[in-house]
């Protein structure tokens, strides 16, 4: 089992040369090429681009999910891509916390129900969930929330509650795919001060895939892919 220990690094991620070719007979795509990338500590970086980039793929690369055609993703000196399915499963369920445009939740789930999923899976025990779960949600205004049908809250709240079952584990890293693509204006805005908050105030690394250009504000660095290649890299400094 590989174990991740982060201690005072701060780069958390590199991605070297990585490719992902899928054989589309007559035709072979290339979803991305040779992509090289660092993510640090206490940085959110946002990926833009067209639709078909390549951008939820280089996601699901980082996060684990999809296994690239070439290339490695290192974590402290460890390649993920070599690892087995439990290594992968600890990987994700440790290192990494998952934001997506649809929210998945488990509908019928409390909300306290659907932040504790992670938790359980981690063997925590039930006494220190729930203070890691009142905490978290305390964090993103829905405490009083926690007895509430996942099903009946609003756009907005689902997409608070996915955040905090992302970082109730206190992951190393958020991956947001389209985190604000559902939501109103407001509420698109609630989120992405969240994700910003998180990676200020909790060092974590978030990696954000948007069209939204208002989300550009709470950026560290904007990367623009195109055509499976990062074209352009932007560093901004608030």
Known sequence: ???????????????????MNYDETPNIVHALSNVNLILNKNELTIIEGPSGSGKTT????????LKPSSG????????????????????RNKVIGFVFQSFYLEPNFTVYDNVEVPLII????KNERRKMILSTLDSVGLLDKEKMIASKLSGGEKQRVSIARAIVNNPEIILADEPTGNLDAESAENVAAMLSLAAAKYKQTIVMVTHDKQMAEYADRILNIVDGQVRTEELLFH
């Open 122 to 125: 981690a063997g925590i025990p």
């Open 58 to 65: 280089l996601l699901n690369i980082i996060g684990g999910l």
């Open 72 to 91: 490695k993703i290192l974590v402290n000196n460890k390649n993920i891509i070599e690892m087995n399915d439990n290594e992968k499963a600890y990987y």
């Open 1 to 19: 089992m590989f174990v991740f220990n982060f201690k005072e690094e701060s780069k958390v991620l590199v991605i070297e040369n990585i490719s």
